[in-house]
């Protein structure tokens, strides 16, 4: 089946920097999504993620491991407005061709003054 | 260039009724999928449409049914509406191959009643 772990909720201070942690099991694998979506409004992309390692995209940075089935999105220098829920998502693989994202619960991140 | 477009953005309906939503690609996009995301489950895979044909579907009862038209324009239909139905569905594109990164509408914000 597939599988995908990620916290509810979290907290941090503006200005800090947070680290919101994806778990997943899938079958196969083609990539792994990170979305933001503020309260009420549309997911939005923020990264992609096939190979291993760190991508770098301003304030915001994601990790993948594939041996571990890890992923992490790291949020630099905290503003208000990165107060939101954060989807990660992975695109597995199946014999029959292209398969739909499957998508984790999302992160509720809260950043406070 | 343009965004996914859903219409309408939100309704009221009445249980039993039904209920079509449209979703406007990326142009160029061939790929269009909707979803369903409710507080407690997140965001729920409904299918997928790919050159007018339902290429993925996920366990939504057949009340829930969808199509794509020539120009990849689609449509989803919920028939006999029940008050578990109220949620926000969104539409996203992609070009639809392994690892494309899909891009989401604003939704429609359902409400039954």
């Known amino acids: 089946g597939q599988n995908i772990d990620q916290p509810t909720e979290m907290t941090a201070t503006e200005g800090a920097i947070v680290q919101i942690n994806c778990t997943y099991q899938t079958s196969g694998f083609n990539g792994l999504f990170w979305y933001q979506q503020h309260a009420g409004e549309a997911p939005t992309f923020l990264s992609y993620n096939v190979l291993d390692g760190l991508e770098e995209k301003g304030r915001f940075s994601s990790f993948l491991s594939r041996s571990k089935g890890y992923s992490y999105l790291l949020l630099k220098e905290l503003q208000m407005k990165d107060s939101a829920s954060y989807l990660c998502a992975v695109s597995p693989t199946r014999n029959s061709g292209n398969t739909p994202l499957v998508f984790g619960k999302g992160t509720r991140l809260s950043v406070i003054a | 260039k343009a965004g996914v477009t859903q219409t309408p953005r939100y309704l009221i309906k009445t249980r039993g009724q039904q209920v079509t939503l449209s979703c406007s690609p990326i142009?160029?996009?061939?790929?269009v999928s909707w979803y369903q995301q409710t507080p407690g489950q997140g965001l729920q895979f409904l299918f997928e449409?790919?050159?007018?044909?339902?290429?993925n579907k996920g366990n939504f009862p057949g009340r829930f049914s969808g199509r794509q038209f020539s120009n990849s324009r689609s449509e989803m239909n919920v028939s006999t509406l029940e008050l578990g139905d109220s949620a926000l569905y969104l539409c996203?594109?992609?070009?639809?191959?392994?690892?494309?990164?899909?891009?989401f509408g604003e939704g429609s914000w359902l409400t039954v009643v």
């Open positions: 996203a594109s992609s070009l639809g191959t392994p690892g494309n990164t899909i891009y």
């Open positions: 449409y790919f050159s007018e044909t339902q290429r």
């Open positions: 142009s160029g996009h061939r790929s």
